[in-house]
């Protein structure tokens, strides 16, 4: 059991947490009475925004100072190690709920529908004629006729994309180990890069999708789970770039050392996941 | 400006006793695991009283046949808020008070392993809460859905549906964080020598109750957010033309809602485990199976969830095989209850409020378990289903189980939190009321839905009035109650007969050997576990 | 009811059960059907094996409350763990549980073996209400919550419950089914989700919008039976109860023949399809 005996790192009160509060509560009445129409609310929403992000830069920074200034034991970093690995797995799990609900549908909901197992006469009576395949609107055909996005196009492409950059991110955190700065930095900044193009031609695949194929978010539960699983994903890899972002920038200020580079692997992680998560819309939302 | 966590802190200065900071701020800023508890403890005592009102303006509507005193919509509103406020603002809150308060006592850590992230997820329930309760006054009134929030029925809901779906993220976020923080804290701050198999069960339940709560919030929160994009961006989830399924969200739901149900229960089968061995001056009986049964109940509670929906139209199938998984559950939680028994077996006991309210949890639990067992017989829950008999069921697990199982906790660590001995006659009185009262409210409620009363209706057929007036008497006796509790609290804080570091007759556990009330720095040297 | 008796009530209620068991119903219904006396059976020999690990555990429990308390002077054991014992109540419990799952299985089965039927009904959720359709014989109708209930459920209406015959189990049009057929009932919904409860004939179904349901009985004796819907569905989720009339054969072949009069319409033909 990894007890280190130095004495474990409690910071001081910190009036962050309570910024952050504030914060996601503006953010959080802002968007429901933007939903319900109110009028100033967009901005309540966007104050709410302001305050989140001000206070992740605020609290970060102090973390930052507190790591550089060498205060942390290993005890602490193991703590952050932990938490990030957990929260990842919370992530994985607000994608499987997703996940499910593509196969629920594809697999049993449509055949139901069609008269399937013990539904006989839910297609007998309600949807006569109806014949269960995917990808598919509905029975009511939701969103008119639409076509899909095929998978060997843009979508290959930019699963080539997500590898390579899981290829350099590699590359640059094996730099970073053996203290060669320059090569961190640039594969760094090349992972970003391309984790921005993946972004950029996701925004293109979507207005192709709307404008060319008429597949859109309301295109029954087709275009539900199409645009609810890439565009979760989606902003997903805007948050792990961004993330990554301002590690290089740490980086070219001279942050991390060779041993300690938490933020650097929690991003590499963060940056993995995603890659993974693409894996799968990639197998079971393009290919299949 | 951030002043209050500059970077020049180091360790030294936590010699020094007592808060950094005072006032308000101390409250607001606060890393410290034992504000950060009597934060949670105080909100959720908070919000045990507002779903209980709502609980009784339920059982006054519910008095007598006939609309008396609010709109059927409005009886709607109060039903679903009761629940939500219950279950996330009373019940989840308090259990994750008491691990801030006792985990790091209990594994010899200084404090949380995450203290910033730790106040944060305290400070996001206000906010949840505050978003939740001010949906009664928005157009359309508060969600009346019920709380499994089932559509399309929900998506009926007024302004208060986007609030509602907001406030139960916000919950999730902070529920995930504090798991985080508990297993991280857990898994890396025990002192030298406190290995997993030596680590006191309270500690072991939360253990496993992270994990759960970790694997399941976001699974809700995806639910929801289906919910909140087939109302307003046209997605078909939940709507057959589409191609969807309102069943979908049931069972994407109870995925969430029935390992939830044991994050309700196991921190309390937790806590009794350390409270009978205490006041039966006897080790606890079976500890690995104890800690074996625990992990077992938490991974027969992933497949068991469609039990909630056996009138739902499953095929055959998939009815017997939830039928079968969830009787399973019996058998380790039969094991906890039977090594509980074997531990009071040939001890010594005597009966201080804790173990009085432990005592009752062993009888009342056992019986709601009983009643459990009953609705997971598919054939034979045709009949039960969406009855008052499921009500009885879950108040007898929820209410003598985890609210039970939560007071004779605070009752056990009051002395070590307050550093005196709060009122044992006043103590004892509670009991009593509470638990001839609790009995009162709910054990009719077998057999009004034996006789077939539905759950969720603001009024009832006259063959029914009787029963549910015993409930309404019970109800507000059990409310009243609680008062008490409230005073031997406040009581306690203020004064009374100095507790020793002991506090009860030898018991075990590191939170034992610091002196009561715990000086607000504990374990800055780990101490060494034999 | 006077106050006095609402006392009293809770009283007797506390005390005696047997009391209580005579102008009280305290018990599942046995019903009419086949099915729901299979049922009621699995009721009760559930509830009977709880009672019985019931007396056992609690029995042990109060046994050592009594005799092994300090002021008894009794002195702490030490023991901490029996391996036989704890295999041993890992292992009687499980073979008690599929002692239960076996009846309870094979009831499942024939609960769901509804083939050929001698009618079929559809009866679809509204909210409030239940619109039945007699599938190939064109009547359908709509049943609402009868008027005096209806009345009387009113927020302060003054009418007191207990005058109005039947209080919220009544409606205008009752549904009619001959006595010893088998009917069949496709169960669906037209906005949100319903349960159509019989708890005379133990069948609970919910009503899916998009989807159909189906359950069957064969109802013995004629009578009126009555249930509630039992899915939240809105304010008005008390107030859509079912009532199912079992008529012999030839009164029943009457009411249908006054029914087709009064409600005569294009209800949904399966003869083709079947
Ligand atoms: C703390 C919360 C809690 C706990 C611990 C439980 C425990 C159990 N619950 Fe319960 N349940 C709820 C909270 C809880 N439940 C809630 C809130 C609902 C309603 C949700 C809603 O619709 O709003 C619900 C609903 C619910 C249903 C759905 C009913 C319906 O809507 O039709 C079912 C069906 O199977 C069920 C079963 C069980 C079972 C088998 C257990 C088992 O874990 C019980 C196991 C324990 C014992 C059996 C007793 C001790 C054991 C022994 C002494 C050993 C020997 C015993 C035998 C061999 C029999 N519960
Ligand atoms: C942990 C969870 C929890 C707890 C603690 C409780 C506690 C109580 N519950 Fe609740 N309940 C649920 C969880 C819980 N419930 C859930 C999940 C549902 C299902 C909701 C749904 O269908 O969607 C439900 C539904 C539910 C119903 C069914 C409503 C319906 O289906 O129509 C009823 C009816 O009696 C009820 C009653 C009570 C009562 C009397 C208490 C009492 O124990 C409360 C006692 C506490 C107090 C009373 C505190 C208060 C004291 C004061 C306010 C001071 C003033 C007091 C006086 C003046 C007397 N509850
Ligand atoms: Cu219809 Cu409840
Ligand atoms: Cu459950």
Redesign the pocket.
């Given at each position: 059991m990894a007890h280190t005996n130095d004495k474990y790192y409690v910071p001081h009160g910190s009036h962050w947490p309570i910024v952050g509060s504030v914060g996601l509560l503006l953010t959080m009445v802002g968007v429901s009475g933007w939903l319900n129409g109110g009028d100033i609310s967009p901005y309540i929403f966007a104050l709410g925004l302001l305050v989140v992000i001000g206070m992740m830069f605020g609290w970060f920074g102090n973390v930052i100072d507190e790591s550089e200034g060498g205060i942390y034991s290993d005890q602490v970093d193991k703590s952050f190690r932990m938490g990030m690995s957990w929260f990842i797995i919370s992530e994985v799990m607000f994608f499987a709920a997703f996940f499910g609900a593509l196969f629920y549908t594809r697999n049993m909901a449509l055949p139901w529908l069609e008269g399937g197992s013990n539904n006989f006469f839910t297609g007998l009576l309600l949807w006569p004629g109806f014949e269960a395949m995917w990808p598919s609107n509905g029975p009511a055909a939701i969103g008119g006729a639409f076509q899909t996005m095929s998978a060997w196009g843009l979508p290959a492409l930019n699963t080539a994309i997500l590898l390579t950059s899981s290829v350099t991110i590699t590359i640059a955190h094996h730099a970073l180990r053996d203290d060669k700065r320059g090569m961190t930095a640039i594969f760094l900044g090349l992972t970003v890069l391309l984790g921005f193009i993946f972004v950029y031609f996701q925004g293109i695949e979507y207005i192709h999708a709307y404008q060319d194929l008429n597949l859109r978010m309301d295109s029954g539960i087709y275009g539900s789970t199409f645009f609810m699983l890439t565009g979760f994903h989606g902003m997903h890899v805007t948050i792990g770039a961004l993330m990554l972002l301002i590690v290089w920038i740490r980086v070219m200020r001279g942050h991390f050392t060779a041993k300690h580079h938490f933020a650097f692997e929690a991003s590499a992680w963060y940056w993995h996941f995603v890659d993974v998560v693409w894996l799968g819309l990639f197998i079971f939302v393009y290919i299949l | 400006m951030s002043a209050a966590t500059s970077n020049d802190a180091t360790h030294d200065d936590h010699h020094d006793h007592g808060p950094e900071l005072t006032g308000i701020k101390r409250w607001l800023y606060t890393t410290n695991h034992k504000d950060i508890g009597t934060m949670y403890l105080v909100f959720s005592l908070i919000m045990?009283?507002v779903g209980?009102?709502m609980?009784?303006v339920?059982?006054t509507e519910?008095g007598q046949p006939g609309m008396q005193f609010v709109q059927p919509g409005f009886y709607n509103q109060m039903?679903?808020m009761?629940?939500l406020i219950?279950?996330f603002g009373?019940?989840m809150p308090a259990f994750v008070g008491l691990a801030n308060w006792m985990i790091p006592l209990m594994v010899g850590a200084p404090d949380m392993a995450l203290p910033r992230m730790n106040n944060w997820s305290f400070w996001i329930l206000p906010a949840a809460f505050g978003i939740l309760l001010a949906t009664l006054f928005v157009p359309g009134g508060a969600p009346a859905g019920?709380?499994?929030m089932y559509p399309p029925l929900v998506l009926q809901t007024g302004d208060a549906f986007p609030m509602l779906i907001f406030s139960v993220h916000l919950m999730g976020i902070s529920s995930i964080m504090g798991a985080i923080n508990i297993i991280v804290t857990i898994m890396n701050m025990r002192a030298p020598g406190m290995t997993l198999l030596k680590m006191p069960l309270f500690v072991w339940t939360w253990l496993i109750t992270a994990y759960l709560l970790i694997l399941v919030m976001p699974v809700l929160a995806g639910a929801v957010t289906m919910l909140l994009t087939d109302q307003f961006f046209g997605t078909s989830f939940f709507r057959a033309a589409g191609g969807g399924d309102p069943v979908m969200f049931q069972h994407i739901f109870w995925f969430f809602g029935h390992p939830e149900v044991y994050i309700?229960i196991l921190p309390a089968f937790g806590i009794v485990s350390e409270i009978i061995p205490t006041f039966a001056r006897k080790p606890l009986f079976g500890y690995s199976s104890m800690v074996y049964a625990t992990a077992s109940i938490a991974f027969l509670s992933f497949i068991v969830w469609a039990h909630h929906m056996f009138t739902a139209g499953m095929p055959l199938t998939g009815q017997l095989f939830f039928m079968f998984t969830t009787m399973l559950i019996a058998v380790p939680t039969g094991v906890k209850v039977f090594n509980w028994a074997a531990t009071m077996w040939k001890g010594s006991m005597t009966f201080e409020t804790p173990m009085l309210f432990a005592v009752a949890f062993l009888f009342l639990f056992t019986i709601g378990g009983f009643s459990g067992l009953m609705l997971a017989i598919v054939p034979a829950d045709f009949q039960y289903h969406d009855s008052y008999f499921v009500?009885a069921h879950?108040?007898y697990v929820?209410?003598p189980g985890?609210?039970f199982g939560i007071i004779a906790g605070v009752y056990y660590w009051l002395p070590k939190w307050t550093g005196h001995m709060y009122n044992e006659f006043l103590g004892k009185t509670h009991f009593w009321l509470t638990t001839i009262f609790v009995n009162l409210?709910f054990f009719p409620m077998h057999f009004l839905g034996l006789a077939g009363m539905p759950?969720?209706?603001p009024d009832y057929a006259t063959q029914f009035a009787d029963f549910n007036m015993i409930?309404t008497v019970g109800?507000?006796g059990?409310?009243?109650s609680?008062?008490l509790f409230v005073w031997v609290i406040i009581q306690c804080a203020r004064g009374g007969k100095k507790a020793t570091a002991e506090v009860w007759e030898n018991p075990v556990g590191l939170e034992w050997t610091v002196p009561s009330p715990a000086p607000h720095h504990t374990f800055d040297e780990p101490p060494v576990v034999k | 009811m006077d106050i006095k008796r609402k006392i009293a009530a809770i009283f007797v209620g506390l005390l005696s059960t047997n009391v209580v068991l005579a102008d009280w119903d305290l018990n599942m219904r046995e019903g009419v059907t086949a099915i729901s006396r299979e049922i009621y059976g699995l009721h009760m020999l559930i509830f009977y094996v709880c009672c019985a690990i019931g007396v056992f555990v609690f029995g042990w429990m109060i046994v050592a409350l009594v005799m092994h308390r300090k002021s008894k002077g009794a002195v702490a054991a030490q023991f901490s763990h029996s391996t036989k014992a704890e295999i041993i109540w890992t292992l009687i419990p499980a073979v008690i549980l599929i002692a239960m799952a076996v009846p309870a299985a094979k009831t499942m089965i024939k609960v769901e073996d509804d083939r050929n039927p001698d009618i079929t009904i559809k009866a679809t959720g509204y909210q409030w209400k239940w619109k039945y359709e007699y599938i190939d014989e064109g009547v359908s109708f709509y049943s609402n919550l009868a008027r005096t209930s209806n009345d009387a459920r009113r927020l302060g209406s003054g009418i007191d419950p207990n005058s109005v015959p039947n209080y919220l189990l009544e409606v205008d049009n009752h549904v009619v089914v001959p006595v010893n057929k088998k009917v069949r009932v496709l169960i669906t919904s037209n906005d949100v989700i319903h349960a159509w409860w019989m708890p005379d004939f133990a069948i609970k179904k919910d009503a899916i919008p998009g989807y159909i349901n189906q359950v069957w009985f064969i109802a013995e004796e004629p009578g009126i039976y009555r249930g509630q819907c039992a899915e939240l569905c809105g304010q008005d989720h008390g107030f859509m109860p079912i009532v199912v009339e079992v008529l012999e054969e030839e009164a029943f072949e009457a009411r249908m023949a006054s029914l087709k009069a009064e409600f005569g319409t294009d209800a949904p033909k399966l003869a083709a399809s079947q």
């Open positions: - | 045990l009283f209980g009102a609980a009784l339920i059982r519910l039903v679903t009761h629940a219950m279950i009373a019940v019920g709380w499994t309700m009500v879950f108040h929820l209410v985890a609210i409210t759950r969720r209706i409930a109800a507000f059990f409310g009243l609680q008062l | -």
